[in-house]
């Protein structure tokens, strides 16, 4: 490499971004509404939405809380956008394509629940093509968050709880589904995608204080 070139990655590096340390602690803070929020409405005895969507991802049903929901997958795409910028660069390319195809799966998850939600009564079966589309931005969800969380795992930016919590998101799917048919809650199936945004929630709102920290022990 030519002191050209580590000039210009040094620039880089240090350039001012778009996600200052306020923006990264108000994303962080989405995670975390966004996580407690999708707990506290599946074991809080809020949601009145069935497990075909909410546990599993497959068609819809009435519900109030239901209109939560995509609410709660933007908070986390903003969350999982700033956790994209902060990671960045030690995750490399692969590591921030994987994180914004994640985001587009939350987006993607978020868009189809207001088709379904706004259109069941006027298109019917004409909504079947969506449910679909939903299933399978539920599935990209937990398969992209997976691959992100091996990223945050192998490079040890993040906590190994948030890696780990990450890693398990597509494999829970097939170890929690059976249990629900032997009496476990089906809500168990949502729960590790609301933790695993409320580890990486507070882990970019205590960003701010972990680099205050560390440059105070620097200095002194």
């Not at 902060?86 to 993607?108: E, M, N, P, T």
Request: overall charge neutral; glycine content about 16%.
């Amino acid at each position: 490499m030519t002191a050209g070139d580590s000039e210009t990655r040094a620039q880089r590096t240090e350039a001012p971004t778009w996600w200052t340390p306020r923006r990264t602690r108000l994303a962080g803070l989405c995670g975390l509404v966004g996580g407690v929020g999708g707990i506290l409405s599946s074991f809080g005895g809020l949601s009145l939405v069935g497990p075909s969507l909410g546990e599993t991802g497959a068609g819809i049903t009435s519900g109030i809380i239901i209109v939560l929901y995509p609410v709660f997958h933007i908070l986390f795409a903003v969350s999982l956008l700033a956790a994209a910028a902060r990671y960045g660069l030690s995750d490399g390319r692969r590591g921030r394509i994987v994180a914004w195809l994640g985001v587009l799966s939350l987006f993607g998850e978020a868009g189809t629940i207001v088709v379904l939600l706004g259109g069941q009564s006027m298109l019917g079966g004409l909504l079947i093509p969506i449910g679909i589309v939903h299933a399978a931005m539920y599935m990209a969800i937990r398969l992209f968050g997976t691959l992100y969380g091996i990223s945050l795992w192998r490079h040890g930016r993040a906590s190994r709880l948030t890696a780990g919590l990450f890693i398990v998101l597509f494999p829970a799917i097939f170890v929690l589904a059976p249990l629900t048919q032997v009496g476990f809650p089906g809500v168990l199936i949502g729960a590790p995608l609301d933790l695993a945004f409320i580890t990486l929630g507070y882990e970019l709102w205590t960003a701010e204080t972990d680099a205050v920290g560390s440059e105070t022990s620097v200095t002194g």
